[in-house]
């Protein structure tokens, strides 16, 4: 068995926030293997954060982002059970996180049981088309709609897209991470995206200047 020093559980508890002892044990059952560690705590961690899933979240707060000299802004609610733990550091760091994701991701949805069942038909719909498009045989048309309408939960729900600081967990990741961590049910209500000038048709003076930019090349 490999020699568990100090400094090794001295990372590991950094790197993921669990109780030393937690730390010492996990290095000891992976041989030292702090990667491997890791992925063992969060293991544990998912076990403990599933208890406290089912626990009244009614505290929290409201975290807003501005982003690109006011061009992206962002709102959300996220909440946990007590007003102390929201008013923490890691919480704050959390909420902050999060709003950032939804600034840089532009998900629709928090989860896919918010997604609308009009929209995944339509979805599965034009997938079979493009599928049948490509030549694929019937029998296996269907399981490459599942597999497609799979990747569009990942890209359009909150909880279920890449991390943008760690790309290998997800933000539910994250958060059932935080949960382990903090000792609280953490859940995110909603949020809120704004773009400056999204969805607004350009002015008639610069559509102008657009097609006579064209007649010159012509």
């Known amino acids: 068995m490999a020699e568990i020093s100090a400094a090794l559980v001295k990372e590991l508890r950094e790197r993921t926030g669990a109780g030393m002892m937690d730390c010492k044990k996990a290095l000891a059952e992976v041989n030292g293997d702090i990667d491997k560690a890791v992925d063992y705590l969060r293991e544990k961690g998912l076990a403990a954060a599933a208890k406290k899933a089912g626990r ?3 505290e929290g707060l ?3 982002y501005i982003h690109g000299a006011g061009r992206i802004g962002v709102l959300l609610e996220i909440n946990c059970e007590t007003d102390f733990v929201a008013k ?5 760091a959390l909420a902050r996180d999060i709003a950032m994701q939804v600034a840089a991701s532009k998900p ?3 989860r896919r049981e918010e997604v609308p069942g009009e929209i995944i038909a339509k979805e599965k719909e034009i997938l079979a088309a493009q599928a049948a498009n490509e030549g694929k045989p019937e029998k296996i048309i269907q399981k490459m709609v599942e597999g497609r309408i799979e990747k569009y939960y990942k890209e359009v729900c909150l909880l279920e897209q890449p991390f943008i600081k760690d790309p290998d967990i997800t933000v539910q990741q994250l958060i059932t991470e935080k ?3 903090i000792g609280e049910n953490i859940s995110v209500r909603r ?3 704004y773009e400056l000038g999204e969805g607004l048709q350009k002015r008639q003076d ?3 200047a657009e097609v006579a930019g064209m007649t010159k090349n012509c």
């Open 62 to 64: 409201v975290e807003s």
């Open 56 to 58: 009244i979240a009614a």
């Open 179 to 181: 949960i382990a961590k």
């Open 191 to 193: 949020f809120v995206r």
């Open 108 to 110: 629709e949805f928090v």
């Open 206 to 208: 610069d559509f102008a």
């Open 88 to 92: 923490t550091e890691d919480f704050k």
